[in-house]
C-alpha cells in the first residue's frame, strides 16, 4: 500500500474515531468536552523518525486519543491513567506501570504495520479499510486499557488476562450502536486476519 492510500485510509478513520458517542451515535464531540478533567491523561510523544511524522500529525489533528479518553470517562477509578501513542522500535502495545505510574503505550510503529496490512477494497460485508483501520486502533487500545482495569481494580482472573482483555475491549465496543458496534469489531477482525496473513507471508519468504 503506497504511502498516499494509507494516509486518506487513516485520515477518514480518523475522523469517524473524533466523532463517535457511545449514547447517540455519530456526533461532533465539542472542545469544552475535550477540555474536561478526566481520570485519563493522554499525550502523542513526537516521534524522532521521520517517518511517522505525518501519522503523529493526523493522530493528533483527529483529536485520536481525546475521542478514547471520552469514551472512557464514566470509569470511576482510584488512579489516573496514562493512554500515550510513542515511538518505541516495536511493533507492539502495551499496559504496565511507569514510576508507578498505570500507563499505556501504543506505538507508531504498530499503527503504521496495521496501516500497512489493510485491504485494499470494502469486503463483502460492506466493511471499508476505514473501518479495518478505527477498528484494530479501538480493540488494541481497549484491550490494554482492560489491562489497566484489572491492575488498578485488581481484578481477579479467571482464565487466561489475555482473553479477558479482549472481551473487555469488545464489550465497550458493544456499547455503540447496532451498526457502529458491527463496524468497530468487524473492522478490528478483519484488520487483525489481514496483519496476520501480512505476517506469515514475510516469515515464509
Known amino acids: 500500500m503506497c504511502s498516499f492510500e494509507w494516509k486518506a485510509i487513516l485520515a ?3 475522523v469517524f474515531v473524533a466523532v463517535i458517542d457511545p449514547d447517540r451515535g455519530l456526533t461532533q464531540s465539542n472542545s469544552a468536552e475535550v477540555d474536561n478533567p478526566s481520570w485519563v491523561s493522554i499525550i502523542y510523544e513526537p516521534p524522532e523518525n521521520s517517518a511517522f511524522q505525518d501519522l503523529y500529525d493526523l493522530l493528533r489533528e483527529r483529536h485520536a486519543l481525546e475521542s478514547i479518553q471520552e469514551i472512557l470517562s464514566p470509569f470511576r477509578s482510584p488512579e489516573a491513567l496514562t493512554i500515550k501513542t ?10 504496565r506501570r511507569e514510576a ?9 510503529e504498530l499503527l503504521k504495520h496495521i496501516l500497512g496490512s489493510l485491504p485494499n477494497e470494502d469486503n463483502r ?6 473501518d479495518a ?3 484494530q486502533f479501538f480493540f488494541a487500545t481497549l484491550h490494554e ?3 489497566a482495569i484489572f491492575d488498578i481494580l485488581d481484578v481477579p482472573m479467571f482464565g487466561h488476562e489475555e482473553d479477558a482483555a479482549d472481551n473487555f475491549a469488545t464489550y465497550i465496543m458493544l456499547q455503540f450502536s447496532e451498526g457502529q458496534a458491527h463496524r468497530l469489531i468487524g473492522g478490528a477482525a478483519w484488520s487483525w486476519r489481514a ?3 501480512m505476517r506469515s507471508k514475510k ?3
Open 12 to 14: 477518514s478513520a480518523l
Open 86 to 95: 510513542a515511538e518505541r522500535k516495536a511493533i507492539n502495545a502495551w499496559y
Open 100 to 108: 508507578f505510574k498505570p500507563t499505556v503505550t501504543v506505538c507508531y
Open 125 to 130: 460485508d460492506g466493511l471499508t479499510p476505514a
Open 133 to 135: 483501520a478505527v477498528g
Open 145 to 147: 486499557v482492560g489491562h
Open 195 to 197: 496483519y496476520l496473513g
Open 203 to 205: 516469515e515464509h519468504a
